[in-house]
């Protein structure tokens, strides 16, 4: 007997125990709950998660930008004081017109509305081929330090062969006299 909407239908109602963990009706795709995932949020809490921002492959010379969200789940507002951005790296904050430019980020400050929560950028561009895992640390109220971990692969270009494909030969003939 072949699965079909009849059959079904009679599996469900005289083998409700064995339709409840097999039903060859339950093979329909799962749709998900929306379009995009999350944004990373680091909460203003202490022993939130550390959110972690993904890059993904970033060629070198060219630059990718994720977004992250801070959140102040508290009643008055919060103040944040960016202790490290590491901008040797090519990691820099976009368009943060309430704490300077990225370039004076190292003793920036950022101030959140009481429950409420702010969406930031962050900008890689890579200088160097390779992976990299860095640490932006954040000192929130002069006492607990917070921080969000940005990882991702940056891809330098192709090497070139220095040898042409058809002078090497894999194998020779060697004469012995």
């Not at 799962?30 to 202490?46: F, Y």
């Not at 060219?62 to 508290?74: A, D, R, Y």
């Not at 008055?76 to 820099?92: A, N, R, Y």
């Amino acid at each position: 007997m072949t699965p079909s909407k009849e059959n079904c239908q009679l599996v469900n109602k005289v083998h409700s125990k064995r339709a409840q963990w097999y039903s060859p009706c339950k093979n329909s795709p799962k749709i998900p709950l929306s379009p995009e995932p999350d944004a990373p949020t680091l909460k203003l809490t202490h022993f939130a998660t550390i959110p972690k921002i993904s890059f993904g492959t970033v060629n070198v010379g060219s630059s990718k930008t994720e977004t992250f969200v801070i959140s102040n789940p508290h009643p008055m507002s919060q103040t944040l004081e960016i202790v490290k951005c590491p901008t040797d790296k090519g990691f820099t904050f976009v368009d943060l017109n309430d704490i300077g430019s990225s370039e004076n980020a190292e003793q920036s400050f950022l101030s959140i509305p009481p429950n409420d929560e702010m969406y930031f950028s962050v900008k890689w561009e890579p200088k160097e081929s390779g992976s990299c895992r860095e640490i932006i640390r954040f000192k929130w109220e002069n006492s607990l330090c917070l921080q969000v971990v940005v990882f991702g692969t940056a891809l330098g270009p192709k090497k070139v062969r220095s040898t042409p494909k058809g002078s090497f030969k894999r194998f020779q003939i060697i004469k012995v006299r």
